[in-house]
Each structure stands twice: as structure tokens, then as C-alpha cells.
T-cell receptor
Framework: KAGVTQTPRYLIKTRGQQVTLSCSPI?????VSWYQQTPGQGLQFLFE???????NKGNFPGRFSGRQFSNSRSEMNVSTLELGDSALYLC?????????????FGPGTRLTVL | AQSVSQHNHHVILSEAASLELGCNYS??????LFWYVQYPGQHLQLLLKYFSGDPLVKGIKGFEAEFIKSKFSFNLRKPSVQWSDTAEYFCAVNARGNAGNMLTFGGGTRLMVKP
């Protein structure tokens, strides 16, 4: 089975711009979660989508948003970029069953905000 | 809210030494526990997981972890490390009360194994 894929792998933007990142989950997985990884804050949960609905949300401002399509692919959007948004954004997919679910991570999109 | 702490931020070992990385979590309910590894230049990979049953779980590459409920701990162990184990290790928790996935990660431990 192919793993989780994320596009693009690298992105450079300037402050104030917006960006859209894409994630394709493992075939058959219905849950997609997004995480931000920075040297200072480590790995932090952004949100989770399951069956096109946001099921969980982390403690990030409203500039961070996402959506999921009927084929389980997901996108996340960051509007009005700030320097502090520079990070590795990781997508993880899982079957989505409650209780005993295992997330598998993609390679990430490295976003640099100048 | 749950939290996870990993006591050692950096660990340096020689090959064949034994490894134990500490992980403690804070949450009053039932949890799913995970260890992930991030090798240099690679993405996060699952090492092992605990959902229920035998508190001693075995993972890939000779790693194992023990869940001690009374201590809220899930320490990772390997009897004899290799140079290829050089990586960053993350402990993570998902509270069973959550509907779905919301992993809380520890700060990570960077392991360097000297040949």
C-alpha cells in the first residue's frame, strides 16, 4: 500500500500571503489529522477530519483551517501568514475507528515564511 | 487536558549499550500510548503502540516498552543499541475519551549512538 503523501514538499511564502497544503491518506483510511512541528514547540495537533467533518481541533488561531473531500483527501489552509508559521506540517491518516486507532504519518510539507 | 513529558532531551550512547527513554503522561482516564521515531531526513514512523492487555509491548527493530499504569509511564527500552538507532524518539498519547484522534506528543529525545 502506498503511504501518506503530501504536496508540496517545500514551500516558501512571504508574510501576509496564504497557503494551501494537500494530503492524500493511505487507501481505505478515513481519518486525516494535521500537526505542526517546530523546534520550539515540538509536535502540536492542529485538527482532525473524518468523513468530511472536523472531529477534533487543537489550540490554533482561526487562520488555520482545513477540509476533507469525499475521497478522504485533505487540505489545510493558512491565511495571513506570519513568520512564526514557518514549520514542518505533518499529515497523518488512520482508519478512523474510535478507541484503537493508529496514525501513519506522511513526509511533511516544510513551509518557510519570509 | 492531557500532557506528555520526556525526561531526556539528548542521550548519547555507545553501540551495544542498553537504552531506556522515559515517558510520563498526565491524564486521568484510559489512554492509547505510542512511540514514534524520526530518523534523520525521514518521516515519523511508528515503533510500537499499547492499547490494552499485556503491558509489555514489543515493536520493530528490537524495541519494547512497558506501560505502568500506577506511574503513568510508558518507557521505551532496547537491550543493545546500534549506530542506525540514531534518531529522535517521540512518545505520544491519545485519550480514549476523545472521539477520534488527537495525539499529544512529548518534546522528543534525540538519541546519538556512537560507533
Amino acid at each position: 500500500k502506498a503511504g501518506v503523501t503530501q504536496t508540496p514538499r517545500y514551500l516558501i511564502k512571504t508574510r501576509g500571503q496564504q497557503v494551501t497544503l494537500s494530503c492524500s491518506p493511505i487507501s481505505g483510511h478515513r481519518s486525516v489529522s494535521w500537526y505542526q512541528q517546530t523546534p520550539g514547540q515540538g509536535l502540536q495537533f492542529l485538527f482532525e477530519y473524518f468523513s468530511e467533518t472536523q472531529r477534533n481541533k487543537g489550540n490554533f488561531p482561526g487562520r488555520f483551517s482545513g477540509r476533507q473531500f469525499s475521497n478522504s483527501r485533505s487540505e489545510m489552509n493558512v491565511s495571513t501568514l506570519e513568520l512564526g508559521d514557518s514549520a514542518l506540517y505533518l499529515c497523518a491518516s488512520s482508519l478512523g475507528d474510535r478507541g484503537t486507532d493508529t496514525q501513519y504519518f506522511g513526509p511533511g510539507t516544510r513551509l518557510t515564511v519570509l | 487536558a492531557q500532557s506528555v513529558s520526556q525526561h531526556n532531551h539528548h542521550v548519547i550512547l555507545s553501540e551495544a549499550a542498553s537504552l531506556e527513554l522515559g515517558c510520563n503522561y498526565s491524564y486521568g482516564g484510559t489512554v492509547n500510548l505510542f512511540w514514534y521515531v524520526q530518523y534523520p531526513g525521514q518521516h515519523l514512523q511508528l515503533l510500537l503502540k499499547y492499547f490494552s492487555g499485556d503491558p509489555l509491548v514489543k515493536g520493530i527493530k528490537g524495541f519494547e516498552a512497558e506501560f505502568i499504569k500506577s506511574k503513568f509511564s510508558f518507557n521505551l527500552r532496547k537491550p543493545s543499541v546500534q549506530w542506525s538507532d540514531t534518531a529522535e524518539y517521540f512518545c505520544a498519547v491519545n485519550a480514549r475519551g476523545n472521539a477520534g484522534n488527537m495525539l499529544t506528543f512529548g518534546g522528543g529525545t534525540r538519541l546519538m549512538v556512537k560507533p
